[in-house]
């Protein structure tokens, strides 16, 4: 059964302070690894897309990469405004027509100032 | 550009009432159309999705129905709601002409239902 699981569940950061979020995944045959941001309140906000190991991808102080088993949000001076959760999901071969995702239950960030 | 409606934003029912939830899209045709339910501490489970018109795929059987009436048009009801149906209820879109394909869901602003 495809499984995602994300870690730490919570994390506190001081302004300034780098750190990485850890996404552990088994998949049949993953088809595109999936990092969201959300807001409290707020849907998932569609962060990067991942297909193979190795690839890596940047979006201001965000920077996922993959690798066959797992896959880190590094997160490189983070700003108070960088506080949310952050989401991991795979694709998988699934058989029919379905691009369905299997989510993590997601990190909680915090940043003071 | 394509934006994605839920409504309403919160609702609050009481047990054995009916529910309709609806999600409409703006700026595409034939879309991969999903519902997701957010849990406290759990993570987004799916619970219906659909390729086309009338086209209904169940995850998980439930006291929930879904239905696509219209292209860009979602729906969930259910005839009889139950304290366990309480939750964050997300309408997911995939963009694309293609009924397999590779990218991402973007995600409504999600209904918060309350069931008493």
């Known amino acids: 059964e495809d499984q995602v699981t994300q870690s730490p569940e919570a994390l506190r950061l001081q302004e300034g302070e780098s750190s990485s979020l850890n996404c552990s995944y088994t998949v049949s045959g993953l088809r595109g690894l999936f990092w969201y941001r959300q807001d409290p309140g707020k849907g998932p906000e569609f962060l990067f897309t991942?297909?193979?190991a190795g690839e890596e991808k940047e979006k201001e102080r965000l920077k996922a990469t993959l690798t066959k088993k797992e896959s880190f949000l590094h997160i490189t001076a983070p700003k108070p405004e960088d506080s949310a959760t952050y989401l991991c999901?795979?694709?998988?071969?699934?058989?029919?027509?379905?691009?369905?995702?299997?989510f993590g239950t997601g990190t909680l960030l915090a940043v003071q100032p | 550009s394509q934006t994605i409606h839920q409504w309403p934003a919160t609702l609050v029912q009481p047990v054995g009432s009916p529910l309709s939830l609806e999600c409409t899209v703006e700026?595409?045709?034939?879309?991969?159309l999903y519902w997701y339910r957010q849990a406290a501490g759990r993570g987004l489970q799916l619970l219906f999705y659909?390729?086309?018109?009338?086209?209904i795929s169940s995850e998980v059987p439930q006291n929930l129905s879904a239905s696509r009436p219209q292209d860009r048009q979602f729906i969930l009801s259910s005839k009889k709601l139950l304290l366990s149906d309480s939750g964050f209820y997300l309408c997911a879109v995939q963009y694309g002409y293609a009924t397999l394909n590779d990218s991402p869901l973007h995600f409504g602003n999600g209904t918060r239902l309350t069931v008493t």
């Open positions: 999901a795979v694709r998988g071969n699934y058989g029919g027509a379905t691009n369905k995702l299997i």
């Open positions: 659909s390729v086309g018109i009338g086209q």
């Open positions: 991942l297909y193979s």
């Open positions: 700026g595409t045709s034939n879309p991969n």
